[in-house]
């Protein structure tokens, strides 16, 4: 069993920067990959990126790709999301998700469906 807990989110201005960062439970969190998704009022929920248990693999959204930065700290349990040069339609409730891999080395998931474990997510607002 996983739990994790979303903080950091908060409202910024269009062009500012941003560091949300999930703390996950457990001991197997450096086989564990870990994924950052997003979802805005009205829309679906939609992968941003995602991590390897050994930080060896990163993927990313096409929309986030250059701007956000994911990173982990496996001696703190925490999975990190940087978001720089923020636009307004990064506006969503942003959620990190968890699967318990077999090893730290395999390509981290993008799908929703394929992640196990949920935090109860945190707000970030972009304005204008």
């Known amino acids: 069993q996983v739990q994790l807990v979303e903080s950091g989110g908060g409202l910024v201005q269009a062009g500012g920067s941003l560091r949300v960062s999930c703390a996950a439970s457990g001991r197997t969190f450096s086989t564990t990959a870990m994924g950052w998704f997003r979802q805005a009022p009205g829309k679906e929920r939609e992968f941003v990126a995602s991590i390897s248990g050994s930080s060896h693999s990163t993927e990313y959204a096409d929309s986030v790709k250059g701007r956000f930065t994911i990173s982990r700290d496996n001696a703190k349990n925490t999975v990190y999301l940087q978001m720089n040069s923020l636009k307004p339609e990064d506006t969503a409730l942003y959620y990190c998700?968890?699967?318990?891999?077999?090893?730290?080395?395999?390509?981290?998931?993008?799908?929703?469906?394929?992640?196990?474990?949920w935090g109860q997510g945190t707000q970030v607002t972009v304005s204008f």
């Open positions: 998700a968890a699967i318990i891999m077999t090893t730290g080395w395999l390509r981290p998931p993008r799908q929703a469906s394929e992640y196990h474990y």
